[in-house]
C-alpha cells in the first residue's frame, strides 16, 4: 500500500481546524499548523500520522522556512483566522489590519510558497470563508471585507490553477473559541446548540477533498439548522 495523501490544515489547534484535521484522519498524513507547540505536538499523538507545523502565519519569514521541505502537497486547508469586529465608526485600523493580516495575506503567502508542491500532486486547496465572506452586516466590516477578499483570491486561484481544485467554504455561526468571543462581543448568552458543530464544517470539507476526480467542489455553504 503506498504511503497517505499529505494535507497540510491550518488552524489545527483549535475549532474547525481542529475537527478537520480529525476527519482527515484516518485517510491522511497530516501536518497541523498552530501558534502553540505543545498544544499541537499533544494533538499530533491523538492522531495515526501526524506532525505539529507550529507557526506564527503572519510571520512570512518563518513561514517560508517551516514549509521549505514539502514538494509535495494533496491538500492545503486554510481555517486559521480572526475576527476582531466593530462599527466603521468604531473599528481602528488595528482592527482591520488583524483581519486582512491573518485571514487574507497570510493564506496568500502560504498558498504562494506552496504552490509547486500542490501543482506537484495536482491537490486540492480549501479555504474556510464564512458567511461574511457573501454578505457584510452592520458591526462586520473588518472580517467580512476580508473574507470578501478571500472568496476573490479563491475564484483568481481557480482560474489561473487549472490543475487544482479550490473550495470556498463559507459556515454559518460554529460552535468554537472564537464564536464565544463573538456572542461575549454582543453581550449575549452562549448556547452551543444554537450553532454548527465544527464537525459538520469538517464533514463538507471531507467530501470535498474526496470528491471524484471529475468532480470540483468549488463552493460550499452551510448554516445552523
Ligand atoms: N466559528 C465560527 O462561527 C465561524 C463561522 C464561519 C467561519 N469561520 C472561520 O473558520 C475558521 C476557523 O475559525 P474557528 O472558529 O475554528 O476559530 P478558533 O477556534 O478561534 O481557532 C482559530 C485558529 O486559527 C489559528 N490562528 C489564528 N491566528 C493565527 C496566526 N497568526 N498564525 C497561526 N495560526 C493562527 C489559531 O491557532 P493558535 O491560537 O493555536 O495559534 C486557531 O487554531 C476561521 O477562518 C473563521 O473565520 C468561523
Same mark, same amino acid.
Do not use: C
Given at each position: 500500500?503506498?504511503?497517505?495523501?499529505?494535507?497540510?490544515v491550518?488552524?489545527?489547534?483549535?475549532g474547525?481546524?481542529?475537527?478537520?484535521?480529525?476527519?482527515?484522519?484516518?485517510?491522511?498524513?497530516?501536518?497541523?499548523? /498552530? %501558534?502553540?507547540? !505543545? *498544544?499541537?505536538a499533544?494533538?499530533?499523538?491523538?492522531?495515526? +500520522?501526524?506532525?505539529? &507545523? @507550529? #507557526?506564527?502565519?503572519?510571520?512570512?519569514?518563518?513561514?517560508a522556512?517551516?514549509?521549505?521541505?514539502?514538494?509535495?502537497?494533496?491538500?492545503?486547508?486554510?481555517?486559521?483566522g480572526?475576527?476582531?469586529? /466593530? %462599527?466603521?465608526? !468604531? *473599528?481602528?485600523?488595528?482592527?482591520w489590519?488583524?483581519?486582512? +493580516?491573518?485571514?487574507? &495575506? @497570510? #493564506?496568500?503567502?502560504?498558498?504562494?510558497?506552496?504552490l509547486?508542491?500542490?501543482?506537484?500532486?495536482?491537490?486540492?486547496?480549501?479555504?474556510?470563508?464564512?458567511?461574511?465572506g457573501?454578505?457584510?452586516?452592520?458591526?462586520?466590516?473588518?472580517?467580512?471585507?476580508?473574507?470578501?477578499?478571500?472568496?476573490?483570491f479563491?475564484?483568481? &486561484?481557480?482560474?489561473?490553477?487549472?490543475?487544482?481544485?479550490?473550495?470556498?467554504?463559507?459556515?454559518?455561526?460554529?460552535?468554537?473559541?472564537?464564536?464565544?468571543?463573538?456572542?461575549?462581543?454582543?453581550?449575549?448568552?452562549?448556547?452551543?446548540?444554537?450553532?454548527?458543530?465544527?464537525?459538520?464544517?469538517?464533514?463538507?470539507?471531507?467530501?470535498?477533498?474526496?470528491?471524484?476526480?471529475?468532480?470540483?467542489?468549488?463552493?460550499?455553504?452551510?448554516?445552523?439548522?
Amino acid at each position: 500500500m503506498g504511503a497517505m495523501p499529505l494535507a497540510l490544515v491550518t488552524g489545527a489547534s483549535k475549532g474547525i481546524g481542529a475537527a478537520i484535521a480529525r476527519a482527515l484522519a484516518p485517510t491522511h498524513q497530516l501536518l497541523l499548523g /498552530g %501558534r502553540d507547540a !505543545d *498544544a499541537l505536538a499533544t494533538f499530533a499523538k491523538e492522531l495515526p +500520522d501526524a506532525k505539529p &507545523l @507550529a #507557526v506564527d502565519l503572519t510571520d512570512p519569514d518563518a513561514v517560508a522556512t517551516a514549509v521549505a521541505g514539502i514538494d509535495a502537497l494533496d491538500v492545503l486547508v486554510h481555517s486559521a483566522g480572526v475576527a476582531p469586529l /466593530g %462599527r466603521i465608526e !468604531d *473599528a481602528d485600523r488595528e482592527a482591520w489590519q488583524r483581519n486582512f +493580516d491573518v485571514n487574507v &495575506l @497570510a #493564506v496568500v503567502e502560504l498558498t504562494r510558497l506552496l504552490l509547486p508542491a500542490l501543482r506537484a500532486a495536482s491537490g486540492n486547496v480549501v479555504l474556510i470563508n464564512s458567511g461574511a465572506g457573501y454578505n457584510a452586516r452592520p458591526g462586520w466590516a473588518p472580517y467580512a471585507a476580508s473574507k470578501f477578499a478571500l472568496r476573490a483570491f479563491g475564484d483568481a &486561484l481557480r482560474a489561473e490553477e487549472s490543475s487544482l481544485r479550490v473550495t470556498s467554504v463559507h459556515p454559518g455561526r460554529t460552535d468554537t473559541a472564537m464564536q464565544e468571543r463573538i456572542i461575549a462581543g454582543e453581550g449575549r448568552e452562549y448556547r452551543a446548540s444554537d450553532f454548527l458543530r465544527p464537525e459538520s464544517v469538517a464533514q463538507a470539507v471531507l467530501s470535498a477533498v474526496t470528491a471524484g476526480d471529475d468532480a470540483h467542489v468549488t463552493e460550499v455553504s452551510i448554516r445552523p439548522r
